[in-house]
């Protein structure tokens, strides 16, 4: 699981799957380890011809950090977006979708589907604007265009994803706990998640790679990234947005947006699907990615 520089940044990686398969590349939401899509949904990909590769994004897991640039102020981030100007931030979401194209570059991959869910779906939609030419398809899972208009969180989906969190160093089992509360809060109710999984899982996060302040620089990305729509209008590419109807911190209607910003775009709704893979809509989700990838017919 090697460190390469790409876009002049160390990109930490892992492959599974085929050497000679089809290229695809998965992108992480916000404050996420690539470990996060999980050895089975990696697999399943894998089992249907692809070359997986898991990224770090830059600030996560154990790729390069930005501690130097300090914590975003986020009052300041809001206020300037709510003005209609673009913010000041350490980096832009744009920023990090050239680290997945350099790491493309670096891995000598040739064109790549790429996979993004949450905060990774706004990269990849921004990867199809300004590096189409590295890409083969491209899957947008549980994201949105950054129209402000569009349908927000709900109170407790926000609470999860910018409220106050435990530090598992002064009260493991506290954190444990709120890791917990957080997964249902925003979980995908068709599909509930095991107690010892979620509990297991941010064991592993913590162990491997714990990291707030560059959470907190991604989600400045985020606000200062200006809305895709009409960029996306640009896009000529196999592009499938797979988005939960139940999905309560991006909701439906983000996906819906996505869709119908991209020409030909095709949209899979799952009922019941939060904002998270169950396990259980792996393969229905690993199939649809085959199917616009031209890996298995429609």
């Known amino acids: 699981m090697p460190s390469i520089q790409a876009n002049g940044i160390e990109i930490f990686h892992d492959e599974t799957g085929p050497a000679g398969g089809e290229p695809l590349l998965l992108i992480s939401g916000v404050g996420m380890q690539m470990t996060r899509y999980s050895d089975a949904f990696c697999a399943a990909l894998a089992d249907r011809g692809f070359r997986v590769i898991r990224m770090d994004n830059r600030d996560i897991g154990l790729s390069q950090g930005f501690d130097a640039a300090g914590i975003p102020d986020f009052k300041a981030l809001v206020a300037e977006r709510m003005a209609g100007r673009t913010p000041s931030a350490p980096y832009t979401l744009v920023d990090m979708a050239d680290d997945a194209a350099g790491l493309i570059e670096a891995l000598g991959l040739g064109p790549t589907h790429v996979v993004g869910s949450s905060m990774g779906g706004m990269i990849v939609q921004l990867m199809a604007i300004h590096h189409a030419d590295k890409l083969r398809s491209v899957t947008s899972i549980m994201s949105t265009t950054g129209h402000g ?19 598992p160093f002064e009260d493991r089992e506290a954190y444990l706990a709120q890791s917990v509360v957080s997964a249902g809060v925003i979980g995908s109710p068709g599909w509930p998640e095991d107690e010892a999984l979620i509990r297991a899982r941010a064991v592993a996060d913590v162990e491997r790679a714990y990291r707030p302040a560059g959470f907190a620089r991604q989600y400045g990305a985020i606000l200062a990234t200006p809305d895709r729509r009409a960029a996306l209008g640009g896009v000529d590419l196999p592009f499938l947005v797979i988005h939960g109807t139940d999905d309560p911190l991006v909701r439906v209607e983000g996906g819906r947006d996505t869709a119908a910003s991209v020409p030909g775009a095709e949209m899979l709704e799952i009922p019941g699907m939060g904002h998270n893979i169950p396990a259980g809509l792996i393969p229905r989700i690993t199939d649809a990615i ?3 990838a031209g890996r298995i017919p429609a």
């Open 149 to 167: 208009d569009l349908p927000q969180a709900t109170p407790e989906a926000m609470a999860v994803l910018t409220g106050p969190r435990i530090d």
């Open 290 to 292: 085959a199917r616009i």
